[in-house]
């Protein structure tokens, strides 16, 4: 029996080589052939506009800020985390950011994921997807599936329902007695089922858990009459929405991301196991979203992203549409925030902190377009140990101002994370229903439901 690759553990932007070097989060070997494989799947990411990684040479390549799990042909699987600290940071604190910014990104509600599964399940988030699909899975068969009749054409040497009259007239000599048939039959051959069944056959056959490898064997006795799914993306727009399917609702997310449904956030491979990458830009984009719809005042519009507005026109049309990450409106005030993933130092001043001179380009133009000239804008980082508090804001002029402000990952989704909200004069929502500005007061969102 082959012995199974040792698995390699590693960060986003760390060094992947062919040669021997001591083991860490920022560098790690691989084998020749797993070298390859990320070598052409970097090719193709690089063909669809994206970036995996940065080859140097036949020995060595950097990655990219895409993180996840990545299994290779050859049975290698790379596990890469977030990098949220310029220094220090264990595996255990990455693969829980991870978890929690995958919440966000399936929209879970944190009482329904269970925040302490996040600290004790520790495991690579691809193990750990397939733990969360099996347990809301095993709820959902404890309730009952949902059953539907189902239309079914057979030949039959009995009447049963319609008899198919086209078919019959075309019965061939010596098969009088036999009796072409529809009638409706009353199961689980549903689309729901059929990929609940299609997701399950894949964790059984990916999972190295012991414990999910058994619950799924479980399962899969107890699904045994439904058919696998064999059209997925119809099947997926088939997926009803009435009351009758809402004990559904939990396990969907998990079957999506299973059958590599979130594209092109989630990446599937080209063979036989689970692989989910996700850039991580994409992933804190969509927490910082999650985090601000949960603390901002009701009547608050938001839209993430907004697209109305356009660099310019060209011939009677729009072109280069320009798209902020998050566009919030009040009562004729509006907002402009944007979020980056990168460090930054806020005692760099003269290497300007590690910004981006076409980021503020960009925000001058969100600012002339989406806010008129005048207001407030945000471009919002992740708070490491480097970069603790807010910068000094930035004035294009008297009118338009920026700020470069800190988020906190670490801090619970229902506590103040955003550090120095307070400079934008946002509204937000108190557990008395009044509004006051973002970031003033800690206790702002507690008592808000989710």
């Given at each position: 029996m082959?012995?199974r ?17 001591a083991?860490s989060l920022?560098?790690?070997q691989?084998s020749?052939?797993a070298?390859?494989y ?9 063909r ?12 060595q390549?950097k990655?990219d800020?895409?993180?996840?799990v ?10 890469i985390?977030?990098?949220?600290h310029?220094?220090?940071g264990?595996?255990?604190e990455?693969r829980?950011?991870l ?5 966000a990104l399936l929209?879970?509600p944190?009482?329904e ?5 996040l600290q004790?399940?520790?495991a ?9 699909f099996?347990?809301?899975?095993d709820v ?16 039959l ?26 009638h409706?039959v009353?199961?689980p051959?549903r ?9 399950l056959?894949?964790?059984r056959?990916?999972?190295?858990s ?8 479980e ?7 439904v058919p696998?799914s ?10 009803g929405?009435d009351?009758?399917l ?7 997310p ?15 491979g080209?063979?036989?196991?689970l692989s ?20 901002l005042?009701p009547g ?6 907004a ?23 009040q ?11 990168k460090?930054?130092?806020?005692a ?5 902190y ?8 960009q ?5 002339q377009k989406?806010?008129g ?6 471009l919002?980082?992740?708070r490491t140990?480097?970069?603790?508090q807010?910068?000094?804001p930035f004035?294009f ?12 990952l ?9 550090l120095?909200g307070?400079?934008l004069?946002?509204?937000y929502?108190?557990?008395?229903g ?5 970031g003033?007061?800690?206790?702002i ?6």
């Open positions: 082959t012995q690759p040792k698995p390699v553990r590693v960060r986003e932007h760390a060094w992947l080589c062919t040669e021997a070097v083991p920022d560098c790690a691989i020749p052939s070298f390859d990320l070598c052409q799947l970097s090719e193709r990411f690089s669809g506009g994206a970036r995996l990684a940065q080859v140097e040479g036949r020995r390549l990655l800020n895409y993180v996840g990545l299994q290779t042909p050859c049975g290698t699987v790379i596990e985390v977030p990098k949220h310029a220094e220090g264990t595996l255990q990455a829980a950011l978890r929690k910014l995958l919440l929209d879970m944190t009482r994921a269970g925040p302490a599964a004790l399940f520790d690579p988030l691809s193990e750990w997807v397939m733990h969360q099996l347990q809301e899975l959902l068969l404890s309730r009952g599936l949902r059953m539907d009749y189902a239309r079914v054409e057979e030949e040497p009995y009447l049963r329902g319609q008899v198919n009259l086209n078919a019959q007239l075309r019965q061939p000599p010596g098969k009088g007695h036999h009796f072409h048939v529809r409706d009353y199961g051959d689309p729901e089922n059929r990929l609940l069944k299609l997701a056959e894949r964790v056959q990916a999972t190295q012991p414990e999910n490898w058994r619950l799924a064997q399962l899969s006795v107890r699904l045994h009459e696998a064999r059209q997925v993306a119809h099947d997926f727009r088939a997926w929405t009351r009758l809402a004990h559904y609702r939990a396990v969907k998990w079957c999506e991301l299973i059958l590599h449904q979130h594209m092109p956030l989630a990446v599937s080209d063979y036989q196991g989910l990458l996700f850039p991580m830009e994409k992933l804190f984009e969509r927490y910082v979203a999650r985090w601000l719809r949960r603390a005042a608050v519009e938001m839209r993430t992203p697209r109305s507005q356009s660099l310019g026109m060209h011939d009677g049309s729009p072109i280069f549409q320009l798209e902020p990450d998050i566009f919030i409106t009562s004729g005030k509006r907002w402009v925030l944007d979020t980056k993933w460090l930054l130092n806020e760099d001043q003269p290497g300007k590690g910004l981006s001179q076409s980021d503020f380009y925000l001058y133009a969100y600012g989406y806010l000239g005048a207001g407030r804008m945000a919002i980082y992740p140990e480097q970069f603790t807010p910068l000094k004035h002029d008297e009118r338009l101002s920026l700020w470069v402000l800190p988020f906190d670490d801090a619970p989704l229902d506590e103040q994370a955003l120095g307070e400079h004069d946002m509204p929502a108190m557990p008395n009044t509004t006051h500005a973002l003033t007061d800690k206790k969102i507690e008592g808000i439901a989710p």
